[in-house]
């Protein structure tokens, strides 16, 4: 069964891991075509080849590179061509000018065609896009959803063709793995962010939270965006500037080491009219890593960490410090929260188990 995956996410070496364990299937040939490199605002995306045993990852032009809705691959239709997939993986969302494109030129070539979609808002889309929306809900032959809230969208938006509830990636437990000693040396309480720098992620909620903290703690902020700025100069005008990190970005092979140096780590997203969170990789990859996390009640986060980790209302800064102070005062609750949140990824969250559901998925397109 040959497979073509078209994936500008796959760019992330640590997400190749999925590829690997999909052509670990001895029926499954794969070939997966990514950009050069993906423009995600001021950052550039360059390409990491990390994992690559077992099947072929391809580099094809990107046309219209930094536009999330009219991206595409020019030369995509050669490859299909050469390739004969049956089966045409499309690691992008249905309104999309890639995923349109990538179906139509599926269908041409006589391979059957899913989408990929985190989307867990029930929006409506301007023309073109609408148009491209409703052709791919028609034409397409599965669909995978990264949660039960976006595949309650499609259903909602009128899709009816099968559909699967599957995250796009999971971690691998043998890279994001538990510091070696339990617990961490060091007399200060560590406390870490990793994503974006936007407002929606909530990380001026966060400075606030802490500044109001007694005690030894330092806070690192892993990530760029727009808000960098703002943010320290947030932190400059509630004095705790000294006591904050901005790191930048990380090569996602450098992740692990990230997480292990914490005591906890924090998604504090906020709702938008336009954006929920999706889902919150980061904190399963810190729960991986065995690092207690704090997250939110903003869209699937609750759903991400279960009993895994404390959860609060989003906004309210307040709950937030005291979920922080409950964990800086009880090392037993840290150790308990740690020990959980790497049984529930092993349980639900490995790359293993999500490629194993994906070729399910894809041999049952395949007949």
């Not at 691959?73 to 089966?87: D, E, M, S, T, W």
């Not at 509830?165 to 961490?184: K, L």
């Not at 399963?284 to 991400?304: K, L, T």
Request: glycine residues 8%; charged residues 20%.
């Amino acid at each position: 069964m040959r497979v073509l995956m078209i994936s500008k996410a796959c760019l992330i070496g640590v997400y190749q891991r999925k590829l690997e364990e999909i052509a670990r299937f001895t029926d499954v040939e794969l070939l997966v075509v990514v950009p050069p490199s993906w423009r995600d605002g001021s950052r550039v995306v360059e390409l990491e080849r990390v994992h690559t045993a077992g099947y072929k990852l391809v580099v094809e032009p990107i046309a219209f590179n930094g536009n999330f809705h009219l991206h595409f691959y020019p030369r995509l239709g050669q490859r299909i061509r050469v390739f004969a997939p049956h089966v045409v993986h499309i690691d992008e969302e249905p309104y999309n000018f890639a995923t349109f494109h990538a179906l139509r030129l599926a269908k041409a070539a006589g391979a059957r065609a899913l989408w990929f979609s985190w989307q867990n808002l029930n929006r409506r889309y301007p023309p073109p896009f609408r148009q491209i929306e409703q052709y791919t809900l028609r034409y397409a032959d599965y669909a995978i959803a990264g949660s039960a809230g976006a595949a309650a969208v499609w259903r909602e938006k009128g899709y009816s063709g099968p559909l699967a509830v599957i995250p796009q990636f999971g971690v691998d437990p043998a890279i994001f793995t538990p510091r070696v000693s339990e617990g961490r040396s060091g007399s200060e309480f560590v406390i870490g962010y990793a994503g974006r720098l936007v407002t929606e992620k909530g990380i001026d909620l966060l400075l606030e939270a802490v500044a109001g903290m007694s005690g030894a703690w330092r806070l690192t902020v892993v990530g760029t965006g727009p808000e960098c700025k703002r943010l320290k100069r947030l932190a400059q005008s509630l004095g705790i500037a000294e006591r904050v990190s901005f790191a930048g970005s990380l090569p996602s092979t450098h992740l692990p080491d990230f997480y292990r140096s914490l005591d906890t780590l924090v998604l504090p997203s906020r709702s938008r009219p336009n954006w929920i969170e999706q889902f919150g990789r980061v904190l399963i990859e810190a729960m991986a890593c065995s690092v207690p996390v704090v997250g939110s009640d903003c869209g699937e986060i609750p759903r991400v960490i279960a009993d895994a980790g404390l959860i609060f209302p989003e906004g309210d800064v307040a709950a937030l410090r005291e979920s922080l102070e409950r964990l800086m005062r009880n090392p037993g609750l840290r150790q308990h929260l740690a020990r959980r949140g790497r049984e529930r990824v092993l349980a639900h969250f490995t790359q293993a188990q999500v490629a194993a559901q994906t070729v399910a998925v894809y041999r049952e397109l395949a007949g």
